[in-house]
């Protein structure tokens, strides 16, 4: 998830592509990034760091250009570095892009490109775009974005330039957004409407396998087969800040509808549908010492621990693995007991939780084989570990977790998957967990588009000053973390606890002023949260259910309900999640909460 | 309203059935689900793998799509008229909808939806589905997820089917249904009692055969004479067929010639079962039986089940094959079959060999046998058996159980 803007125009571009930076700026910033042509030449300047910081260097930049791209990067394939940083050049120094997105057959492409001579500079899955360009360009810069276009599997939003043409500037996407803003004698290419909003409100939304050509006064739009389509001028009706979320008015909830996308990345290049197993390129594990594990530790804090305790059931249930789960703060002085067959996993959304860093250090002094998941690439676990898998959730800025929690559950489930396919799991239900995971996206959509029933359920219930959450099996995890979110944004005492364990004490709480949160979806244990439920109501207990859809077996037992399309039990805990930020966010909200900045809690937890 | 039949992800994991056939083309209950969709007065279409489209346009032409509101029917759908009725009841209401069996697509119904064949294979068309507006179904369909379910369902819906299908034939006796020029020996014994009996176009009964119904025998067969052919057995075109033989489907250009058991049993087409060959379909405990599928035991909740003999392979006389095994296809098989048997391979393992049945030999024996059914083999006869041979390379592989005497 990086950001794209690019300008071709009567004006001087360095301040406008500045501006529109600072404003995509929540869509990545681990280095930035300008081209422009100047006369015949290509002028690049790129950095590690913030947008903010580009404003000193900005004397190093040319002061008459008319034409230029900028970007700011989420790193995904490589890390933050000056050379990963965009734009990429070909070896002639002719074109320069900005890449958004993740190209997925970049390696096998980046072979085919050396063999032919190509020099790369750089890590990243873009370069190889910007080297098949040159490869195809003859002149004829639209035939050779849709050659281009044809050898690419995966998304991209582009802004191109070529110094051949000092004045046009092209763009192409699939997957990813890319938005042209049309002004007086000057066009803009963006991956956000907020880039151009200060300049125009005119604006075309590309669709995908669409390139554009832009002049200061024309744009034309071409498909693949090279024919011109026509499209719809929309009139962006937002102001510039509201623009900034995205038209959501906290970046949480913004974050939660940006699931669908935010799995579907985790996931991106990484089925192996022929032989019904996971590729995951980071773990640099081989064959024989994924089978010579005989079991894993899982390390996290808050929400990353509820992520991990997800993954002891995938694990033991899909991998048949033996699987542990510790805070990492308490592992790391526990003076742990560790085999050379265990494998360590440490979670972390950020890759800077001082307490998990701490815990992979005193792993690694065990010389024990330690992989990490992380959000941001080149984090310090990340770095630490040197193995892994990345989620490409994109920057998370809400402090409550939400995408990156539902993305670390899709990068266990990957792992189980691929280790218990080693095992002998059976083709077929590789093949069905595959295309289940593949589903993810489409029914995440369709969860949220139900969004307004939480808000309802919310809007009468908001004033209870506790709540319980309960779950069995792989439901547990996300009992707990339902409460967790409910306690960090809301501060409503809220428990997460086993179903089963109702009777073993929480349920002396209940009465009529404790509601209590089930999440009764369909699986084996089904009929045993029925009956724990019936104890719930029987002492005037009221329950807010989490159900499967078209399974009507909690109707009578439930005050309110909410449901979640069927999907195999194991990545249940994915869709039946959802609901429960949703619910956390609008009691929050209904309470005059700072969602995005709740009291006494940072992103970050970089300290013990 | 058009329908589209689509093969899933998991279509082609019906091994060894359906590595040589749609889902959509298995015999079952007097019929397949094509052909029952024809029947009912539709244009059907269908999503298919890849390899098998070119061999199958013929058997099944496959209609453009110009109506915009479409029944999707995933292809492992059982062909039962009672089932296929129940979801055009659903889609008669107008209303899209979406039915699962676990976490399958069964059927989806969109009334108004721009829709391309052609940008859609059996990897993708599901998610597609998912991604549109739908309400799902409570009702739970049933779907053909492992081979063993073939001859489950083949007995589940064989008696009502044959009273649909029974109103294309002509009645000669109480019970007994026949198309044209059936010749008939008047010596051959029709047991009607419990369900009827349906002879296709061409076929002949030998004398002293004993026919029970419901029984369903297809076009250009031979019954041999004395042959035993219980209830519930379904015989597709060309096949002879002698012996004993009971719950079971022989698909198209097979041959049972001679005495023996076949019981509960799925036969593939090209088949060859010598004399004094069995199959046992119950065990000793009378316990339910457990299959091997792709490597875990796995239980088929059922007493009776066979066996399944995939297309091309060849029994030798008086093998005995165990209760519950698989064999592949063009695999030739001879002695006691106590494990599943890989596709291409010679299995003799009561003598000590498990050897491959290397490609070239089993393309020409299918040269030899087509003369012999006068069938012309052609370039996409043999390009199948290639593709086959490509997909189970696997199998043979991880057959590397040691060998004994």
Same mark, same amino acid.
């Given at each position: 998830?990086?950001g794209?803007?690019?300008?071709?125009?009567?004006?001087?571009?360095?301040?406008i592509?500045l501006?529109?930076?600072?404003?995509?700026?929540?869509?990545?910033?681990?280095?930035?990034?300008?081209?422009?042509v100047?006369?015949?030449?290509?002028?690049?300047?790129k950095?590690?760091?913030?947008?903010?910081?580009?404003?000193?260097?900005?004397?190093?930049?040319?002061?008459?250009?008319?034409?230029?791209?900028?970007?700011?990067?989420?790193?995904?394939?490589?890390?933050?570095?000056?050379?990963?940083?965009h734009?990429?050049?070909?070896?002639?120094?002719k074109?320069?892009?900005?890449?958004?997105g993740?190209?997925?057959?970049?390696?096998?492409?980046?072979?085919?490109?050396?063999e032919?001579?190509?020099?790369?500079?750089s890590?990243?899955?873009?370069?190889?775009?910007?080297?098949?360009?040159?490869?195809?360009?003859?002149?004829?810069?639209?035939?050779?974005i849709?050659?281009?276009?044809?050898?690419?599997?995966?998304?991209?939003?582009?802004?191109?330039?070529c110094?051949?043409?000092?004045?046009?500037?092209?763009?192409?996407?699939?997957g990813?957004?890319?938005?042209?803003?049309?002004?007086?004698?000057?066009m803009?290419?963006?991956?956000?409407?907020?880039?151009?909003?200060?300049?125009?409100?005119?604006?075309?939304?590309l669709?995908?396998?669409?390139?554009?050509?832009?002049?200061?006064?024309?744009?034309?739009?071409?498909?693949?087969?090279?024919?011109?389509?026509?499209?719809?001028?929309?009139?962006?009706?937002?102001?510039?800040?509201?623009?900034?979320?995205?038209?959501?008015?906290?970046?949480?909830?913004?974050?939660?509808?940006?699931?669908?996308?935010?799995?579907?990345?985790?996931?991106?290049?990484? !089925?192996?549908?022929? %032989?019904?197993?996971?590729?995951?390129?980071?773990?640099?594990?081989?064959?024989s010492?994924?089978?010579?594990? %005989?079991?894993?530790?899982?390390?996290?804090?808050g929400? &990353?621990?509820?992520?991990?305790?997800v993954?002891?059931?995938?694990?033991?249930?899909?991998?048949?693995?033996?699987?542990?789960?510790?805070?990492?703060?308490?592992?790391?002085?526990?003076?742990?007991?560790?085999?050379?067959?265990?494998?360590?996993?440490?979670?972390?959304?950020?890759?800077?939780?001082?307490?998990?860093?701490?815990?992979?250090?005193?792993?690694?002094?065990?010389?024990?084989?330690?992989?990490?998941?992380?959000?941001?690439?080149?984090?310090?676990?990340?770095?630490?570990?040197?193995?892994?898998?990345?989620?490409?959730?994109?920057?998370?800025?809400?402090?409550?977790?939400?995408?990156?929690?539902?993305?670390?559950?899709?990068?266990?489930?990957?792992?189980?998957?691929?280790?218990?396919r080693?095992?002998?799991?059976?083709?077929?239900?590789?093949?069905?967990?595959? $295309?289940?995971?593949?589903?993810?996206?489409?029914?995440?959509?369709?969860?949220?588009?139900?969004?307004?029933?939480?808000?309802?359920i919310?809007?009468?219930?908001?004033?209870?000053?506790?709540?319980?959450?309960?779950?069995?099996?792989?439901?547990?995890?996300?009992?707990?973390?339902?409460?967790?979110?409910?306690k960090?944004i809301?501060?409503i005492?809220?428990?997460?606890?086993?179903?089963?364990?109702?009777?073993?004490?929480?349920?002396?709480?209940?009465?009529?002023?404790?509601?209590?949160?089930?999440?009764?979806?369909?699986?084996?244990?089904?009929?045993?949260?029925?009956?724990?439920?019936?104890?719930?109501?029987?002492?005037?207990?009221?329950?807010?259910s989490?159900?499967?859809?078209?399974?009507?077996?909690?109707?009578?037992?439930?005050?309110?309900?909410?449901?979640?399309?069927?999907?195999?039990?194991?990545?249940?805990?994915?869709?039946?999640?959802?609901?429960?930020? !949703?619910?956390?966010?609008?009691?929050?909200?209904l309470?005059?909460?700072?969602?995005?900045?709740?009291?006494n809690?940072?992103?970050?937890?970089?300290?013990? | 309203?058009?329908?589209?039949?689509?093969?899933?992800?998991?279509?082609?994991e019906?091994?060894p059935?359906?590595?040589s056939r749609?889902n959509?083309?298995? &015999?079952?209950?007097?019929? $397949?689900?094509?052909?029952?969709?024809?029947?009912?007065?539709?244009?059907?279409?269908?999503?298919?793998?890849?390899?098998?489209?070119?061999?199958?346009?013929?058997?099944?032409?496959?209609? &453009?799509?110009?109506?915009?509101?479409?029944?999707?029917?995933?292809?492992?759908?059982?062909?039962a008229?009672?089932?296929?009725?129940?979801?055009?009841?659903?889609?008669?209401?107008?209303?899209?909808?979406?039915?699962?069996?676990?976490?399958?697509?069964?059927?989806?119904?969109?009334?108004? !939806?721009?829709?391309?064949?052609?940008?859609?294979?059996?990897?993708?068309?599901?998610?597609?589905?998912?991604?549109?507006?739908?309400?799902?179904?409570?009702?739970?369909?049933? !779907?053909?997820?492992?081979?063993?379910d073939?001859?489950?369902?083949?007995?589940?819906?064989?008696?009502?089917?044959?009273?649909?299908?029974?109103?294309?034939?002509?009645?000669i006796?109480p019970?007994?249904?026949?198309?044209?020029?059936?010749?008939?020996?008047?010596?051959?014994?029709?047991?009607?009692?419990?369900g009827?009996?349906?002879?296709?176009?061409?076929?002949k009964?030998?004398?002293?055969?004993?026919?029970?119904?419901?029984?369903?025998?297809g076009?250009?067969?031979?019954?041999?004479?004395?042959?035993?052919?219980?209830?519930?057995?379904?015989?597709?075109?060309?096949?002879?067929?002698?012996?004993?033989?009971?719950?079971?489907?022989?698909?198209?250009?097979?041959?049972?010639?001679?005495?023996?058991?076949?019981?509960?049993?799925?036969?593939?087409?090209?088949?060859?079962?010598?004399?004094?060959t069995?199959?046992?379909?119950?065990?000793?405990?009378?316990?339910?039986?457990?299959?091997?599928?792709?490597?875990?035991?796995?239980?088929?909740?059922?007493?009776?089940?066979?066996?399944?003999?995939?297309?091309?392979?060849?029994?030798?006389?008086?093998?005995?094959?165990?209760?519950?095994?698989?064999?592949?296809?063009?695999?030739?098989?001879?002695?006691f079959?106590?494990?599943n048997?890989?596709s291409?391979?010679?299995?003799?393992?009561?003598?000590?060999?498990?050897?491959?049945?290397?490609?070239?030999?089993?393309?020409?024996?299918?040269?030899?046998?087509?003369?012999?059914?006068?069938?012309?083999?052609k370039?996409?006869?043999?390009?199948?058996?290639?593709?086959?041979?490509?997909?189970?390379?696997?199998?043979?592989?991880?057959?590397?159980?040691?060998?004994?005497?």
């Amino acid at each position: 998830m990086c950001g794209i803007v690019a300008y071709t125009g009567s004006k001087n571009c360095t301040e406008i592509l500045l501006e529109g930076l600072k404003r995509l700026e929540y869509r990545g910033y681990d280095s930035w990034g300008f081209a422009f042509v100047k006369g015949k030449d290509l002028i690049s300047v790129k950095k590690v760091g913030k947008v903010s910081e580009a404003k000193n260097l900005i004397d190093n930049f040319p002061q008459n250009s008319f034409m230029g791209i900028a970007h700011t990067r989420w790193a995904t394939h490589g890390a933050p570095t000056n050379m990963n940083a965009h734009p990429h050049l070909d070896c002639k120094l002719k074109i320069a892009i900005v890449h958004n997105g993740i190209i997925e057959n970049y390696s096998e492409l980046k072979k085919k490109l050396q063999e032919k001579g190509h020099n790369f500079k750089s890590e990243t899955d873009t370069e190889v775009i910007v080297h098949l360009l040159e490869e195809y360009y003859q002149g004829d810069m639209v035939k050779a974005i849709e050659l281009t276009m044809l050898q690419l599997v995966g998304a991209f939003g582009l802004a191109i330039i070529c110094s051949d043409e000092p004045r046009a500037l092209y763009g192409a996407r699939r997957g990813s957004p890319l938005i042209v803003g049309i002004g007086d004698n000057e066009m803009f290419l963006s991956s956000d409407v907020n880039a151009l909003v200060n300049h125009t409100r005119k604006a075309i939304y590309l669709s995908d396998n669409e390139i554009v050509k832009l002049t200061p006064s024309s744009f034309r739009i071409f498909n693949l087969r090279e024919e011109e389509t026509e499209k719809k001028i929309h009139i962006v009706p937002f102001g510039a800040a509201f623009l900034e979320k995205g038209g959501f008015s906290h970046f949480m909830l913004k974050e939660i509808f940006e699931q669908p996308e935010s799995l579907r990345n985790v996931f991106r290049g990484r !089925l192996d549908q022929e %032989r019904a197993t996971v590729k995951l390129g980071g773990l640099e594990l081989t064959d024989s010492e994924l089978l010579a594990i %005989r079991s894993i530790k899982l390390l996290g804090c808050g929400t &990353s621990w509820h992520a991990a305790l997800v993954g002891k059931y995938l694990f033991e249930q899909l991998a048949r693995i033996p699987t542990d789960v510790d805070y990492s703060s308490e592992f790391r002085y526990r003076d742990p007991i560790l085999f050379k067959d265990t494998l360590i996993i440490a979670l972390s959304q950020s890759g800077e939780t001082a307490d998990t860093l701490a815990a992979v250090e005193e792993a690694k002094k065990k010389e024990a084989k330690v992989l990490g998941i992380c959000n941001v690439v080149g984090s310090s676990i990340a770095r630490e570990c040197g193995r892994g898998v990345y989620l490409h959730a994109g920057p998370e800025i809400g402090v409550a977790s939400t995408k990156a929690f539902t993305s670390q559950l899709v990068a266990l489930t990957l792992l189980a998957i691929l280790l218990a396919r080693a095992r002998g799991m059976p083709r077929r239900e590789g093949l069905i967990a595959l $295309n289940a995971i593949e589903a993810l996206p489409s029914l995440a959509k369709r969860v949220l588009k139900k969004s307004d029933e939480i808000k309802e359920i919310a809007s009468l219930i908001w004033k209870y000053q506790n709540f319980l959450y309960i779950g069995r099996n792989y439901q547990l995890p996300i009992a707990l973390e339902g409460a967790l979110k409910l306690k960090e944004i809301s501060y409503i005492h809220a428990e997460g606890v086993p179903a089963a364990e109702l009777k073993h004490g929480p349920i002396a709480l209940i009465d009529e002023n404790m509601p209590t949160v089930v999440l009764a979806t369909e699986s084996h244990v089904l009929d045993k949260v029925k009956s724990n439920v019936a104890e719930i109501r029987t002492r005037k207990g009221r329950i807010i259910s989490i159900v499967t859809e078209a399974n009507r077996e909690m109707d009578e037992l439930s005050d309110f309900k909410f449901s979640v399309p069927p999907v195999p039990h194991y990545l249940t805990p994915v869709l039946s999640t959802i609901p429960l930020q !949703l619910l956390a966010y609008h009691i929050a909200v209904l309470r005059g909460c700072n969602v995005d900045k709740p009291r006494n809690l940072a992103k970050s937890v970089t300290v013990e | 309203m058009q329908i589209i039949i689509f093969e899933d992800h998991l279509a082609g994991e019906l091994r060894p059935i359906a590595l040589s056939r749609p889902n959509f083309g298995i &015999s079952l209950c007097g019929t $397949n689900l094509y052909n029952l969709l024809r029947k009912k007065g539709f244009k059907v279409s269908y999503i298919l793998r890849d390899y098998l489209k070119d061999f199958f346009i013929e058997d099944f032409p496959n209609f &453009s799509v110009n109506d915009k509101n479409l029944l999707f029917i995933n292809a492992s759908l059982p062909p039962a008229y009672s089932i296929v009725q129940q979801i055009l009841d659903f889609a008669a209401k107008g209303k899209p909808f979406l039915a699962q069996n676990d976490s399958r697509v069964v059927c989806a119904f969109c009334p108004d !939806l721009n829709f391309n064949l052609n940008e859609f294979n059996e990897r993708s068309l599901t998610n597609f589905l998912r991604d549109q507006d739908y309400k799902f179904l409570e009702k739970k369909f049933p !779907l053909v997820n492992y081979p063993f379910d073939i001859v489950r369902y083949n007995q589940q819906y064989f008696q009502e089917n044959l009273l649909e299908i029974k109103k294309d034939f002509k009645k000669i006796a109480p019970g007994v249904f026949v198309g044209k020029n059936v010749d008939i020996d008047p010596t051959v014994c029709m047991d009607v009692e419990d369900g009827f009996i349906i002879i296709d176009d061409n076929t002949k009964i030998y004398p002293f055969a004993y026919l029970k119904g419901p029984l369903y025998i297809g076009k250009h067969c031979k019954i041999i004479e004395r042959a035993s052919i219980k209830e519930m057995c379904h015989i597709a075109n060309h096949c002879k067929v002698g012996g004993e033989l009971e719950c079971s489907i022989m698909e198209v250009y097979s041959n049972k010639q001679h005495h023996g058991f076949l019981g509960h049993s799925w036969v593939g087409s090209w088949v060859n079962i010598g004399a004094g060959t069995s199959n046992s379909d119950l065990k000793n405990t009378y316990g339910e039986i457990t299959i091997e599928y792709q490597g875990k035991k796995t239980p088929t909740g059922m007493q009776f089940f066979g066996c399944i003999i995939g297309d091309y392979s060849k029994v030798a006389i008086n093998t005995s094959i165990f209760t519950g095994k698989i064999i592949g296809i063009a695999s030739y098989i001879y002695g006691f079959v106590t494990t599943n048997v890989p596709s291409f391979c010679n299995y003799a393992r009561s003598f000590g060999q498990i050897t491959e049945h290397h490609l070239p030999a089993v393309i020409r024996a299918q040269q030899k046998m087509f003369i012999r059914r006068n069938v012309k083999q052609k370039r996409i006869h043999i390009k199948l058996l290639e593709d086959v041979y490509h997909i189970t390379q696997g199998e043979r592989i991880m057959s590397t159980e040691s060998l004994s005497l």
